[in-house]
């Protein structure tokens, strides 16, 4: 019995240094180094490397990813020039907070009043992107592989809940750019800053609050600096948020262009299902964790409404100071989501 064990035991060693001295696995055709200013555990960065897995395995293993997280090699503000320039092949841009060079693209993100989900923000971005030639020429050097929309951000403060629009007065704010006029108008002292920046702001006091989503009182750890939570809606609009820069892209053979091309649509989706889960996450972590959430009264939300759509046109008229003929964006928006035909433009998988 004795020799049967020590043989058996000699079978498995042999059998375990044959299968080592097999051949390694073959290398990847093509790496591409892939950059995100946020945490690999952030909601974005999960739904990043659900779409690298699946990349990797529907090229067969040609493709493979070297991700870098949390800014090591993206900023924020200066993202787009960053992938243009070969920091990373691959990389979460946000023009929104470009500091040049995006100003269509920064401000359309206001166009959107009154549009009902995510999937919706995507499709209208897609049909003025396909209308107006502007985005891509602002969007020179990259090949965009997913337009991100997301959930409707309320209002964030430290110390100070907001019942009224008269409650904004005297508050410094961090917003996006499409809601600073707003803002202003009602009193309010609002920045621009990158997201990552705002949890240190919050905590030495240099902003009162943040226009954000719910999502972020988890994930950003939000609700460690600010615990009143009010569920104001800043309808906001979808923008083009991963990209490859074109030198990257000409490296590829078609096949792979095709690929990527053809992978956007899961990547949007695993998107919004990271979204949507981090704000059913954010708001019940908030609940456990001292937040106050309170709703704004619908007189008073109907009245922020009819300035932010206001104030969007404005922002629209003032693009022909940078020669940008924002008005008719502004208003093939307002068309689409008004009567609802914006999934009716072309595929988004058969545009480059």
């Known amino acids: 019995m004795r020799m049967k064990l020590l043989m058996a035991a000699a079978a498995l060693a042999l059998s375990a240094t044959l299968s080592a001295c097999g051949p390694a696995p073959k290398p990847a055709e093509h790496t591409l180094t892939y950059a995100s200013p946020y945490p690999p555990s952030h909601p974005f960065s999960r739904a990043d490397q659900e779409w690298m897995a699946d990349v990797e395995k529907a090229s067969g293993g040609r493709i493979a990813f070297r991700p870098y997280w949390s800014g090591a090699l ?42 009902r989900d995510i999937a919706e923000q995507i499709a209208v971005y897609d049909c003025l992107s396909a209308r107006f030639p502007g985005f891509d020429k602002e969007l020179h050097g990259l090949h965009v592989l997913a337009v991100q929309g997301g959930n409707f951000p309320g209002v964030l403060t430290r110390t100070r809940p907001i019942r009224h629009l008269e409650d904004f007065r005297g508050l410094r704010l961090r917003a996006q750019s499409d809601a600073v006029d707003v803002l202003k108008q009602l009193g309010a002292d609002p920045v621009n800053m990158p997201m990552s920046e705002v949890y240190s702001a919050l905590a030495k006091g240099v902003i009162d609050g943040v226009v954000a989503p719910a999502d972020t009182i988890k994930s950003l750890h939000f609700s460690e600096v600010a615990k009143h939570f009010t569920a104001i809606r ?66 008073e939300q109907a009245r922020f409404d009819r300035l932010y759509n206001a104030d969007a046109f404005g922002q629209a008229q003032r693009l022909s100071e940078v020669g940008i003929d924002g008005v008719p964006v502004f208003r093939a928006a307002q068309h689409l989501i008004t009567t609802g035909t914006a999934q009716q433009c072309a595929p988004t998988e058969n545009r480059p």
Do not use: C
């Open 234 to 299: 800043f309808s906001r609009g979808a923008y083009p948020a991963r990209a490859v820069s074109d030198q990257a892209w000409r490296r590829l053979p078609a096949d792979l262009q095709r690929l990527l091309i053809a992978s956007r649509k899961n990547w949007e989706a695993a998107l919004n299902r990271e979204l949507l889960k981090a704000e059913a996450g954010g708001i019940a972590f908030g609940k456990t964790d001292g937040v106050d959430f309170s709703p704004l009264p619908a007189i």
């Open 74 to 115: 993206l900023s924020s503000d200066m993202s787009m020039e960053e992938i243009r320039h070969g920091v990373a092949d691959i990389g979460l841009i946000t023009p929104i907070y470009a500091k040049g060079g995006a100003h269509l693209l920064r401000v359309q993100s206001g166009f959107y009043g009154g549009v």
